[in-house]
């Protein structure tokens, strides 16, 4: 049943913050927070099953589905149960290397860009009116991998990714160069070409969304890609890789190597055969990311990384509408968002009211299945981030803000 699931996966974070098999402070409270979910969760009927089946478990490469070369998989577990949803194709640096080599191919002797730019915009419009028509398939998809409710990502996260691609589509064919007056009879100009071959890493909190922000631009260009998707959400890059390819894209221009940071990310960023670097995640892996890009052929990086968004109310600030601003902006995707409003600052003349009123917003906040309408918040992505948030609550208070530190 749901409350034993739930009791399960939040005791499981407790060796976390034990010491010598004895409970600390921490462990005690998350004991408090595993029954009081546990009660929660009597209350609610099985995980609603998804409508979607996963099709896609591989890698990408070369236009295939093939296995890893190790033949290794590892789980993808559903946020919600810890069940296993699917086992999936473990890249490592023999896989970075075919995938690579696949993509050098394609840039070097394929289509993709040497072809018009009125060309690629097509099959890029083409797949955004593919992703449409899936739209509730993929956004299920997206639910079930990452927790997020469904209505998000059916209402918000699929509609935007259709709207990016779109976006960039319409800049295929608007990317110019200059003429510049010199000194001289001279003629100068400048021409845009596409870098070659770019590798991108994407991070589990919006794995559809930064998989539009990265491939996008990039397909756009006339690039070709190595994508490592995040270990935590690898299916819906799959799924929607396969529609690109049904709109016309060529093979080797999009490779997709699922994997682990250390192995599969690692053999990207150093690799010499990549000439770009794209990278979204955390700040201490965004210098590992840095420092191998040096190591290898100094490649240009393009870097994304986490932050401490400060929003502050003021005293003439309407108090009731700032308490919903910024519920929204620390909450939103449960919390699990790059520029969350995870420190707030308010006037003194207002601290109270505001306080009371968030805490009791906060309160107020649905809990519970992501596939149940009306539900605000699903599970956090994964074990480790459910046992941050926790420990951050009721260990690690800030100015006495400890309810608005749940994730940052």
């Not at 099959?123 to 997020?148: C, M, P, Q, S, Y």
């Not at 819906?236 to 390819?245: E, G, P, Q, T, Y």
């Not at 997709?256 to 201490?284: E, N, Q, R």
Request: proline share 6%; net charge neutral; glycine share 8%.
């Amino acid at each position: 049943m749901a409350s034993r699931r739930i009791s399960s996966l939040v005791s499981r974070s407790l060796p976390l913050f034990s010491a010598g098999g004895k409970q600390t402070h921490v462990s005690r409270g998350l004991n408090r927070y595993s029954t009081a979910a546990a009660a929660a969760a009597a209350e609610l009927e099985d995980p609603i099953k998804p409508p979607v089946s996963v099709q896609y478990d591989k890698l990408l490469i070369n236009g295939q589905f093939v296995d890893a070369a190790s033949g290794k998989t590892f789980p993808t577990l559903d946020p919600r149960t810890g069940d296993v949803i699917a086992h999936v194709a473990e890249g490592d640096a023999e896989d970075i290397n075919r995938a690579v080599a696949a993509a050098r191919k394609a840039f070097d002797e394929g289509p993709w860009p040497k072809m018009t730019a009125y060309e690629r915009q097509r099959i890029l419009l083409r797949f955004a009116d593919l992703v449409e028509k899936h739209n509730d398939e993929i956004a299920a998809l997206e639910t079930w991998d990452n927790g997020k409710p469904y209505e998000q990502s059916a209402k918000i996260e699929v509609p935007m990714f259709v709207r990016l691609f779109r976006y960039y589509a319409g800049w295929a064919d608007k990317i110019h160069g200059l003429t510049i007056q010199a000194d001289g009879p001279y003629h100068v100009q400048t021409l845009h070409e596409p870098i070659g071959v770019a590798g991108q890493i994407i991070p589990w909190n919006f794995p559809l969304l930064m998989f539009a922000w990265k491939v996008g631009p990039a397909l756009a260009c006339g690039n070709s890609i190595v994508l490592k998707t995040a270990e935590q959400t690898p299916l819906s890059a799959l799924l929607v890789s396969k529609l690109l390819h049904e709109a016309g894209l060529p093979d080797g221009v999009l490779n997709i190597v699922s994997g682990f940071g250390p192995t599969a990310g690692a053999a990207l960023c150093g690799h010499m055969d990549v000439d770009k670097l794209a990278f979204t995640g955390s700040t201490d892996t965004g210098k590992i990311v840095l420092e191998l890009s040096a190591k290898s052929n100094l490649k240009p990086v393009t870097l994304e990384l986490g932050g401490k968004s400060p929003f502050i109310v003021c005293e003439d600030a309407d108090v009731d509408q700032a308490v919903e601003l910024a519920h929204f902006a620390l909450f939103f995707n449960q919390g699990q968002c790059c520029c969350a409003g995870s420190r707030t600052y308010v006037h003194e003349k207002v601290y109270d009211e505001f306080l009371e009123k968030a805490k009791a917003r906060a309160m107020k906040r649905s809990v519970g299945d992501p596939f149940k309408a009306g539900i605000e918040q699903g599970p956090q992505v994964e074990l480790p981030v459910l046992a941050l948030c926790l420990y951050k609550v009721l260990y690690k208070p800030v100015l006495s803000f400890n309810w608005f530190t749940f994730f940052i």
